[in-house]
């Protein structure tokens, strides 16, 4: 991008060969894999190219300037806006080469951690909406310690991603994950829950006991639902949470114990901080890290891969596929229960389902099924919100036009595997046309 750009690009390539990154000059159809972007300034050509780069989600872009100028006046967060993963500056780095050897290199660590089976037999899905927090997650699980806390609707999933946070911890020698949900635990024990107690402590304790804290220990402790905990049982908490230390009930020693925490609520915990339902000084202890889980409507190009992903877990005997009518059901179907209404529903789908044939549409429960001729309409409501977000950020028709289309072109290809011939077809456009308006990208 700009003259100086072109005049530094052989250079870039050159340093970043010499620090052991191996690389390649791509064009119109470029592989997903991770990218450099060098540009003089953030004009509009510069964050085309970025969200073109973008059309393949598994495509990440370090946006680097080559003067300090170019992300002046908030063009970092204009080219983040765009897609970019991250942006920095080349002139003046005491280490520009090895700075951006870092970063991609990890993001390649996290990429092939997110494409191990411990990760995808948990969480399938790869939207534009998830992937990012997906991410996020396993770079916080593998190379961090970091205190985690899920926030998200119901069912969208914050077990299986405690489970993968546990899994992915690769501190030595890792123990267990202990699992409490907040919202079975009963004031009057609840000491006994969390600290554990000495025999005869109170009236019942006939033996002594070890609570979370103890069991956790060298492991992970998953607070589930967090948000329904009591605030005096908050305020007892809070010393264990930042220092690791605890007493029994009934004991006079101070416990040592180390844990990673994990903690997960569907309920907006800063809304309850500012309406006085839960401790200000707790939740600053347990927001570490905070990871927000998009609900499935956000992420509608994951229903089917995860529907296939279902069946396979339910019937691991044959391979079964679902009929176009089933899918074009799946996908125009609300889920208010999310990923786990979802799950429940191809269970459903799969005992009513005989022999090795696709899924029919007979084989949804009646109950199941929409009350009308079809699904309705697929321009509901999450569309016309969705234009309406971009005009009250600025973008004109042409814009919202190109970008329908750019997504529509990026969710086909990802769906057929990057095959342009049956993308076309299902596209309603030549061949010729596809490649074409894939080569403008570049331009």
Known sequence: MGRDAAQLRPTVLEALQGVGIEWVVCGAQAPAGLGVLVFNEVDTSTLDAVRDSRMNTMTRVLAVATTSQGLAAGACWRLLQAGASDALVWEGSRDAAAEIAARLERWHAVDRIIESPAVQRRLVGRAPSWLPVLRQLVEVAAFTD???????????????????????????????????????????????EFFGHERGSFTGAANARDGAFALADGGTLFLDEVGDLPLALQAQLLRVVQERLYKRVGANAWQQTDFRLVCATNRELSEQVTQGGFRRDFFHRILSWMCRLPPLRERPEDILPLAQHFLRTLRPDMELELDPHVREYLLMREYPGNIRELRQLIGRICKRHVGSGPITVGDIPPDDRPSSEGPGDWRDVSFAQAIQRALSLGAGLKEIGRSASDTAIRLVLAEEQGNLQRAARRLGVTDRALQLRRAQHDE
């Open 146 to 192: 970091a205190s985690v806390l899920l926030l998200g609707e119901s069912g969208t999933g914050k077990e299986e991603v405690a489970r993968l946070i546990h899994e992915l911890d690769r501190r030595p020698n890792r123990r267990d994950l202990v699992t409490l949900d907040c919202t079975t635990v009963v004031p009057e024990l609840s000491g006994s």
